[in-house]
């Protein structure tokens, strides 16, 4: 089963957007997981190759779904992680990129508003 449980945050301030969004998708998919399993169970006791072969390829389905969220739930903390600790790092750094991006950014959409008549 689809574990949504996350790691406590290390202080005592709201989990962050990131954090939420995991936990959300994670219910979500733990949802799904669980309609799939009733949906086994409702049909265990139909009869035929067909309905037998499709209830096997959904439990293949799930134990492989379960195994790439996993990966991808573990990418992606190990991601935020190293990106918190080279932002904690290098924080002026961290500060000249986000503005540089945002400046960018900006000037990119006041570009393409000047060509759109905008």
Request: proline share 1%; charged share 25%.
């Given at each position: 089963?689809i574990s949504t449980e996350t790691n406590p945050p290390e202080s005592t301030e709201r989990p962050n957007t990131m954090d939420r969004t995991t936990q959300d998708i994670g219910q979500d998919l733990g949802r799904l997981a669980e309609?799939?399993?009733?949906?086994?169970?409702?049909?265990?006791?139909?009869?035929?190759?067909?309905?037998?072969?499709?209830?096997?390829?959904?439990?293949?389905?799930?134990?492989?779904?379960?195994?790439?969220?996993?990966?991808?739930?573990?990418?992606?903390?190990?991601?935020?992680?190293?990106?918190?600790?080279?932002?904690?790092?290098?924080?002026?750094?961290?500060?000249?990129?986000?503005?540089?991006?945002?400046?960018?950014?900006?000037?990119?959409?006041?570009?393409?508003?000047?060509?759109?008549?905008?």
């Open positions: 089963m309609d799939a399993r009733a949906l086994i169970a409702a049909t265990a006791d139909v009869a035929g190759d067909r309905v037998s072969e499709a209830r096997k390829r959904l439990a293949k389905a799930l134990e492989n779904g379960e195994v790439i969220y996993q990966r991808a739930r573990d990418r992606a903390i190990a991601g935020a992680k190293v990106t918190d600790a080279a932002i904690h790092q290098h924080p002026y750094q961290a500060i000249l990129v986000g503005v540089g991006v945002g400046a960018l950014v900006g000037y990119l959409m006041a570009r393409r508003s000047d060509r759109n008549g905008g």
